[in-house]
């Protein structure tokens, strides 16, 4: 066990971590066998002793083995030297090609590091300074090695500070956070789309908010069943198709009456469709209609300019377009995600088909590219605010075109917490942090395009996968995981360099287990965190004071992960989780507990001024919900965000974590405190919307 603990932590693989409860839990060898197989390391679950060592021996020597690193991250005006590795006692020239294509030496610094025996040759390491005033970009590292062909390695110089201008003096910002797919308008098909994004940003912008902060708005599979959660795509680098709106397509404009009736037909088909698989939204026929509208539009002549911008897309996205076109075709054409060995063995007979989907990603990206233009537009210091989600689908378009970027057998979750006492598996195959750092880690740069291209600001949703993800062998429980260790500094460095070339603000969730060190980086480096008011809470367990809270974060009352602030101060979770099985305390010690929580939070609110001193005195709920968002504005916090699922009232959880099946999660479409729709027409009229939202703007407004 000593010798396979000592290998582990070669390979950043946690041995132990603590629970949610502060207890001390280590990890089986049987875990810590998959995950390093994962990893590349030569070792499986029969591996002895003299295995073992082997291993050890070969993760100790496997940086030594490439001539230059394969990625290096440095902070711009740093001190920092890379190893180059050689034959003992050759000569070797090392340099920077810029991103302009210039050239720039590198020096070698006196460092003895003894030679090993590497593959039976005998290998140097000599060390080299790279240039303090490189500029920020992505540059290689080059090596000649006595005159011979050149080796490559990437070289990142990033920001050692996001400063985004929006955040230069001392304004705080108040924004609101919804769920873009359950806001829907009466000539939407079923679900929101981008139209509705947009007014719904255009209501938020005359309300005076600063920011909307939505889902991810990643791909999901082209056929149904369509996967509901935006946070489980088949690919972040692509759009979900679902958010066209077809009448807003400048080709609509061509088709003849009969045409017209058929898409308003199929429109009105979708909108008024039951729900299925457990109720609420009915993503499958929503799809289905809007594909058969797609269909009739794609093959309208388009003026020059748009065929010459369509072409242009299509060259831009490349290869990794191609593939997800490619992937959405074969998809359409097997019935199934899950496609067989051969699939690519069809591709000619769905040829035609890849163009289609290559249109309709274009479509896509221009009307999801719209919110944040009307928000600019109307005034909005920051403007719409993405969402990055942590994985992909294990059978998407991502992994099928690029399986040696993840770790086979492995699934990202997350350990047991309060909230979810059995812990979670989010099915999601983990980026390898080998494949990452051998690739230049070009699909992080990728998808952190992808959701820069469409906003202002982004919110890395668990942030902390930038540093560690819980791996869970395929197979085991979620409570049979262990950490795996990422190049956060890498990580983090790419993120501030795309960020500060799109001018964007970065804001990492980082709630769940935290070691204190990760938010301090998070913080030196100018990302914002996030604080849940339901979880801060001081030593004591009692609820943070607002002037307790940390400057440099989103402040909200609740999340997507917890139920509407209705729903949760009336036990609503508690309730929920009890129906489907899925505590693992007494619900008695439950209830207690949230009475305990709710009580607290009150004795906060009276002490503070923002309820009648007198327990006794009975207040409205709609009240206490002004209250509670009262106190996170008075926090010293950089931004705060109201839900609209409070502004209406809502009571039902969008999603409740450590469900699937049990729970229509991602399917409730907007609704008030009696589960009545409330339409986009009828929301910048509701008075307890706009009770709130002049809350928010007596507290921070503008």
């Not at 030297?81 to 610094?109: M, S, T």
């Not at 890395?460 to 791996?471: M, Y």
């Not at 008695?588 to 004795?603: G, L, N």
């Not at 049990?662 to 009770?691: C, F, H, K, M």
Request: proline share 8%.
């Amino acid at each position: 066990m000593e010798q396979l603990q000592q290998l582990a932590h070669i390979n950043g693989v946690a041995t132990e971590f603590w629970d949610w409860s502060g207890k001390q839990r280590f990890t089986s060898p049987k875990t810590l066998l998959s995950v390093l197989n994962a990893l590349g390391v030569p070792v499986d679950l029969l591996s002895d002793l003299p295995t073992i060592e082997s291993a050890i021996q070969w993760s100790e020597d496997r940086t030594w083995r490439s001539v230059v690193p394969p990625c290096s991250v440095v902070r711009e005006h740093s001190e920092y030297h890379v190893p180059i590795h050689l034959p003992h006692g050759l000569p070797v020239h090392v340099w920077v090609e810029l991103e302009d294509g210039r050239g720039v030496d590198c020096w070698q610094v006196d460092k003895w590091v003894e030679p090993r025996l590497i593959d039976k040759v005998l290998t140097g390491e000599a060390t080299f300074a790279i240039p303090q005033d490189l500029p920020l970009g992505y540059h290689r590292l080059g090596a000649s090695i006595d005159g011979g062909e050149p080796q490559y390695g990437f070289l990142y110089v990033v920001p050692e500070r996001l400063t985004p201008d929006v955040l230069a003096g001392n304004q705080r910002y108040w924004g609101v956070n919804v769920q873009a797919y359950s806001v829907r308008s009466v000539a939407s098909w079923g679900i929101g789309d981008a139209s509705d994004l947009a007014d719904l940003t255009a209501i938020c912008a005359q309300q005076g908010s600063d920011f909307v902060l939505i889902n991810p708005l990643h791909a999901s599979q082209p056929i149904a069943p369509i996967e509901d959660s935006p946070y489980l795509p088949v690919s972040r680098r692509w759009l979900a198709l679902t958010y066209i709106r077809p009448e807003a397509i400048p080709e609509y404009a061509q088709l003849g009456p009969r045409a017209r009736a058929t898409i308003e037909r199929l429109r009105s088909d979708a909108a008024q469709a039951k729900p299925n698989r457990g109720g609420g939204i009915n993503r499958d026929a929503s799809w289905e209609a809007r594909l058969r509208a797609l269909e009739l539009i794609y093959p309208l002549p388009r003026p020059i300019h748009r065929e010459a911008e369509l072409k242009a897309f299509i060259d831009e996205g490349g290869a990794e377009l191609q593939r997800f076109a490619l992937w959405c075709a074969l998809v359409e054409h097997f019935g199934t995600v899950q496609l067989p060995p051969d699939a690519l063995d069809s591709a000619d007979a769905v040829e035609g088909r890849v163009h289609f989907y290559q249109w309709a990603q274009w479509i896509a990206r221009e009307q999801l590219q719209t919110p944040n233009r009307v928000a600019k537009r109307l005034g909005m210091p920051i403007g719409i605010m993405s969402d990055l989600a942590v994985g992909v689908h294990p059978h998407g378009a991502e992994y099928w075109a690029e399986p040696g970027e993840f770790a086979a057998g492995m699934s990202v979750g997350a350990p047991p917490d309060m909230y979810a006492q059995q812990g979670q598996d989010w099915s999601q195959p983990p980026w390898s942090p080998r494949a990452l750092e051998q690739s230049g880690y070009a699909p992080f740069i990728g998808v952190l395009r992808a959701a820069l291209d469409l906003s202002s600001a982004l919110r890395i949703d668990h942030i902390l996968g930038l540093f560690r993800l819980w791996w869970i062998p395929r197979g085991e429980t979620p409570d049979n995981g262990t950490y795996v260790s990422f190049d956060h500094e890498a990580m983090v460095g790419i993120l501030l360099l795309e960020a500060q070339r799109h001018g964007a603000i970065v804001i990492g969730e980082d709630l769940g287990t935290v070691e204190p060190w990760v938010r301090s980086y998070l913080a030196d480096r100018g990302i914002l965190g996030t604080s849940v008011l339901w979880f801060e809470k001081d030593n004591q367990g009692k609820p943070l004071l607002p002037e307790q809270y940390r400057e440099n974060v989103l402040a909200t009352v609740n999340t997507h992960d917890l139920p509407p602030t209705a729903g949760y101060m009336s036990g609503i979770q508690t309730t929920l989780r009890q129906s489907l099985g899925l505590l693992t305390d007494p619900v008695e010690h439950v209830r207690d507990s949230d009475e305990a929580e709710q009580t607290a939070m009150r004795a906060r609110l009276r002490e503070v001024g923002l309820l009648p001193e007198d327990p006794h005195v009975s207040v409205p709920r709609s009240e206490e919900i002004e209250a509670l968002h009262r106190y996170i504005c008075r926090t010293p916090s950089r931004l705060v965000a109201a839900a609209l699922v409070d502004a209406v009232g809502e009571k039902q959880p969008q999603n409740l974590p450590g469900t699937n099946h049990e729970y229509p999660n991602w399917r409730i479409p907007l609704s008030d405190s009696q589960g009545n729709e409330v339409l986009l027409e009828n929301l910048a009229e509701r008075t307890d919307l706009q009770r709130l939202f002049a809350v928010m703007r007596q507290e921070r407004g503008r």
